[in-house]
């Protein structure tokens, strides 16, 4: 009796797992726009983002095969979900490396987190995606912090501001189907699909749309298009997947909320950029909304039963 006694609950274990999941996944998302950044300078956007896919493709495929994941590909039950997953978010990183040629990697970043308000207003209705008053405030608290920084002096926004705000409108949608696809079959298969897809719409796009970039340039870039490709597109997003499918979409986006502060952070120390005062100021409700949340969702304490 005893022994049952100190294993923790499964669900309890669930949540647990599904936390630790986004404090990693969120300390690589805050360096990406970073790495990204110094790939679309170099060799334009689409080139970029499909540089980098085809070396999370390639690892996903050896991954995919160590792992003896290729019976999935043949699960056509998930075929839905896996082609709905790789549109919204080909589409959603389109977006972002599009807007890094527009606006900073703080407002890419910021602007993202934004996801919270539009995964409430899309997904809050939802069984089991609602959000309480208390959060509700966290949520109303964060965003404008959001908004704060984004519009320190004027209401004015830039191109690359509106193109991650698109992004951030898909994000939760496209959380949704992956969440889904993932009671099918496994992160990888979802990673490696939805790589594998994108990368034929993203060859067209760059063809049509930006100059082709030289090897050497290429080349010069290879440390960020691995940071980003095996970084951003497999490890943090496994996490992420893995979060989905332990969490409320509604709880993962509020839990990842530090990490457009963190970006800051990160574009202060290594692009000598410091932050206006104003958006050191809209950082307190950010920090005070996340508390909320994290404190409100996190599990009670639940009463002993004999089951």
């Given at each position: 009796m005893s022994h049952n006694r100190l294993s923790p609950p499964p669900v309890a274990a669930k949540t647990w797992q599904?936390?630790?999941?986004?404090?990693?996944?969120?300390?690589?998302?805050?360096?990406?726009?970073?790495?990204?950044?110094?790939?679309?300078?170099?060799?334009?956007?689409?080139?970029?983002?499909?540089?980098?896919?085809?070396?999370?493709?390639?690892?996903l495929a050896v991954w995919v095969v160590l792992r003896k994941k290729t019976s999935e590909l043949h699960f056509r039950h998930a075929y839905k979900n896996l082609a709905l997953t790789s549109l919204f978010i080909t589409t959603l990183f389109s977006l972002v490396f599009i807007a890094l040629q527009y606006t900073t990697p703080s407002h890419v970043m910021i602007i993202l987190f934004?996801?919270?308000?539009?995964?409430?207003?899309?997904?809050g209705r939802r069984s089991q995606e609602t959000l309480p008053k208390v959060h509700l405030a966290g949520v109303f608290l964060m965003t404008l912090g959001a908004m704060i920084i984004l519009f320190p002096s004027d209401l004015k926004i830039n191109p690359g501001d509106y193109l991650v705000l698109l992004a951030a409108m898909i994000a939760p949608?496209?959380?949704?189907?992956?969440?889904?696809?993932?009671?099918q079959v496994s992160s990888e298969t979802i990673l490696f699909v939805r790589s594998l897809i994108a990368l034929p719409f993203l060859y067209v796009l760059a063809l049509f749309l930006e100059p082709s970039p030289s090897w050497q340039a290429i080349q010069t870039q290879w440390l960020w298009l691995?940071?980003?490709?095996?970084?951003?597109?497999?490890?943090?997003?496994?996490?992420?997947i893995e979060a989905l499918h332990r969490l409320p979409i509604t709880k993962v986006n509020a839990l990842f909320a530090f990490s457009p502060l963190l970006t800051i952070l990160l574009v202060y120390l290594f692009l000598d950029q410091s932050p206006a005062w104003i958006q050191l100021f809209g950082a307190l409700p950010i920090v005070i909304g996340s508390i909320l949340l994290t404190r409100a969702i996190s599990p009670a304490p639940t009463q002993q039963n004999s089951n």
């Open positions: 599904g936390e630790a999941f986004v404090f990693g996944l969120s300390l690589i998302e805050a360096a990406f726009p970073l790495f990204a950044m110094f790939t679309v300078t170099a060799l334009g956007a689409i080139h970029a983002y499909f540089y980098s896919l085809i070396i999370a493709t390639i690892l934004l996801q919270v308000l539009f995964s409430y207003l899309f997904l949608i496209a959380n949704l189907y992956q969440k889904r696809a993932r009671q691995f940071l980003t490709g095996f970084l951003v597109f497999i490890v943090a997003k496994l996490m992420w």
